[in-house]
Nanobody, 125 residues
Framework: QLQLVESGGALVQAGGSLRLSCAAS????????MAWFRQPPGMDREFVCA????????SYADSVKGRFTISRDNAKITLALQMNSLKPEDTAVYYC??????????????????WGQGTQVTVSS
């Protein structure tokens, strides 16, 4: 099993920046693709971005492209999300996810096996 713990969520003003982190523990000897999803208030969970196990491929949702950057440190077994130029519509609970299906970067949440508990990001206007 793999455990994921997110941190870094906060209240921030529109136009500001925030960095989320996700620490992995447990069965970390296996390679995982990793991703960030988010769930805005009253809405379904949605894909934000994902990165392959080796960091060579990255995929972003159109809504965050150019503003958010995903990165990973395999030595420390952590995943990060740098969020710049934040907008009120970025308000959501942000989740870290992982999968040992390395074939491709999936955008459907049911394709991801492991999830963190989420961290709240609130962007005020």
């Amino acid at each position: 099993q793999l455990q994921l713990v997110e941190s870094g969520g906060a209240l921030v003003q529109a136009g500001g920046s925030l960095r989320l982190s996700c620490a992995a523990s447990g069965r970390t000897s296996i390679s995982y693709n990793m991703a960030w999803f988010r769930q805005p208030p009253g809405m379904d969970r949605e894909f934000v971005c994902a990165i392959t196990y080796n960091g060579r491929r990255i995929s972003y949702a159109d809504s965050v492209k150019g503003r958010f950057t995903i990165s990973r440190d395999n030595a420390k077994i952590t995943l990060a999300l740098q969020m710049n130029s934040l907008k009120p519509e970025d308000t959501a609970v942000y989740y870290c996810a992982a999968t040992n299906d390395l074939a491709t970067l999936r955008r459907e949440d049911y394709q991801w096996n492991y999830w963190g508990q989420g961290t709240q990001v609130t962007v005020s206007s």
